[in-house]
Each structure stands twice: as structure tokens, then as C-alpha cells.
């Protein structure tokens, strides 16, 4: 236990006694880190924008007028019994004009043009939800059905799949920039978690040298400068779990705005913060090691 708290005391010695050099090198940690939570983020940004929009996707189906009801719901009826289908909604002739004179009541010249016909130019409506979006090429493809085709006077399929398409190359392309700042700050934070140690190694040298006279272990030498890595790691976590969780408390009521509904970042946080903030400090403290281990074996002659 001696030895155990006494090597503690000499990692807290080397990092106050570098005390800029250690602020430099936690703040390149940070940053290493600060970027792999973006990645995080748009992570999941990308999947809740997906899922928003693959939730607003149907295919809206227009009768002819003359269709019966009874036709327009037969047509239901055998769509609601596909294993593709996750619900149909019938719009009614009636409820289709009366929808049509609600989004245009402020134009003059269609709600003029309505008055002068003498019946319902609109006829009902099926408006179908897939259970996925894969499934409408095979939907459409039903829907062309001679059976049908004599009822249907038209399809609007809303394809999202464009947007959807556009949502992941721009989010594909923000994570490979995300990736590749990851990847150099972890680079810097290699080299500047080296240049500590040598650092480090230098200032105590007179010290490590007595040590060594009097029989100590070259693991007992070697342990201060390990855990101060690791030290490193603890403190760029911390500081990156303060940052995220402000900037998710600051940017979140902005990103519920623009999905129109909550989206629950916070809450993701919260339910893998074991996965993300203690896996990062693993990882971290993984390399700050490896980088620590390096520099001893080039610089400490034990």
C-alpha cells in the first residue's frame, strides 16, 4: 500500500510539476474527443431524421368521380390483406372537396371555379401506409391491377427516398470529416502525450537515478509515469462529459423545433453514457499508455 500511494503521489507531482505542458496535452484529448462525440451525435441526428421522414411516406390514391363507394372500399378491403400494407385510409368524395376548399379558401379565382361546377369533381381518396418503404415499387405495382386501373385516376407517391438518399450522403460525408479530425487529434495526441513523458522523465531524472541506486523496480519507476497518462484520460473525459451534456441541454429545444417533436438526445446520452463516455475513457487511456510505454522505452534507461 506504501508503494501503491506513494506512486500516486509522484504522478500528481509530474503533472503539477508540468502543469502547462499536462493543460496542453488534456486539451488535445479533448478535442480528439469533442469530435468522436460529433460523430456520435450525427449518428443518431441521421437516424431520427430517417425515421421522421420515412414516418411521413404514403401513396396517395385518387379515384375517378364516378367510382362507386363500394368499389373504392373493395379496393381497400384487398390492400388492407397484403402483408405490406400497415394501414389504408379511405378519404371520402365529400371530405376530399370539403379538405380542397379548406387549403384553398384564399384563392378567389378556385373557390369561383368550384361554385360554377354543379357536382363534386373530386372523388375519393386511399391514402396507404407501408410497413416499409421498400415495399412501395411492389404497392404501385399492385395498384396497376386492370381490376383497378378503371377506378384509379391517379397516384401521387410522396418519395421521400430522395430525401432520405440526400440525408445520408450528407451526414456520410460530415462523419468521414468527423473521422478524419478524430484521427489527427489523436495523432497530436500521441505525439504530445510522448513529448509529456520525455518531458517528465527529464525534469525527475536525478530523482529516477537515486531511486535506482537504492534497488528500485524499473516498474516501480515506470508506474507514476503510467498512471499520469492515464490521469490525462480521466480529466479530457470529465472536461468532454460537462461540454456534451451543456451543449445537448443548449442545442436540443432547437433540434426539437426543427423535427417538430422531441428527438430525446439527451435521453440517448443518458442511456448509454457507460457505452460512450466510459468506452472513450477506455480507449483513451488505452492510447495515452501505449503512447506513455513508447516514450519510457526511448527516453528511460532503466
Known amino acids: 500500500m506504501i508503494s501503491f500511494f506513494r506512486i500516486i503521489k509522484f504522478a500528481f507531482q509530474n503533472f503539477w510539476r508540468n502543469f502547462w505542458l499536462s493543460i496542453i496535452t488534456i486539451s488535445i484529448l479533448v478535442l480528439t474527443l469533442f469530435t468522436i462525440n460529433i460523430f456520435v451525435t450525427m449518428n443518431f441526428l441521421t437516424q431520427t431524421a430517417v425515421s421522421a421522414v420515412q414516418s411521413k411516406i404514403d401513396v396517395s390514391v385518387y379515384f375517378n368521380p364516378e367510382a362507386s363507394e363500394d368499389a373504392v372500399k373493395n379496393v381497400r378491403s384487398y390492400l388492407l390483406g397484403l402483408s405490406q400494407i400497415k394501414d389504408v385510409t379511405y378519404i371520402s368524395a365529400d371530405e376530399a372537396i370539403a379538405k380542397f376548399r379548406a387549403e384553398h379558401e384564399d384563392n378567389a379565382e378556385i373557390m369561383a371555379s368550384l361554385e360554377e361546377l354543379e357536382q363534386n369533381p373530386l372523388g375519393a381518396t386511399l391514402v396507404i401506409k407501408a410497413n416499409n418503404p421498400d415495399d412501395y415499387p411492389f404497392i404501385l405495382e399492385t395498384l396497376n391491377n386492370p381490376e383497378f386501373t378503371s377506378y ?24 468521414k470529416s468527423a473521422l478524419v479530425l478524430s484521427g489527427l487529434f489523436m495523432l497530436i495526441a500521441i505525439l504530445i502525450v510522448m513529448n509529456t513523458i520525455r518531458v517528465a522523465i527529464y525534469t525527475h531524472r536525478e530523482e529516477i537515478g537515486i531511486m535506482k541506486l537504492v534497488g528500485a523496480s524499473n516498474w516501480f519507476v515506470r508506474l507514476p509515469f503510467l498512471v499520469e497518462s492515464v490521469m490525462y484520460s480521466l480529466f479530457a473525459t470529465g472536461i468532454i462529459v460537462g461540454i456534451v451534456y451543456l451543449s445537448v441541454l443548449f442545442t436540443e429545444p432547437y433540434l426539437s423545433s426543427f423535427f417538430e417533436g422531441p428527438i430525446g438526445l439527451l435521453n440517448y446520452f443518458n442511456a448509454n453514457f457507460v457505452l460512450i463516455f466510459v468506452g472513450q475513457f477506455i480507449g483513451m487511456s488505452i492510447i495515452c499508455i501505449l503512447s506513455t510505454s513508447m516514450a519510457l522505452g526511448k527516453y528511460l534507461k532503466v
Request: hydrophobic share 30%; no cysteine.
Open 152 to 175: 384509379i385516376q391517379d397516384k401521387n407517391f410522396d418519395d421521400h427516398k430522395t430525401i432520405i438518399d440526400r440525408i445520408d450522403s450528407i451526414t456520410g460525408k460530415l462523419q
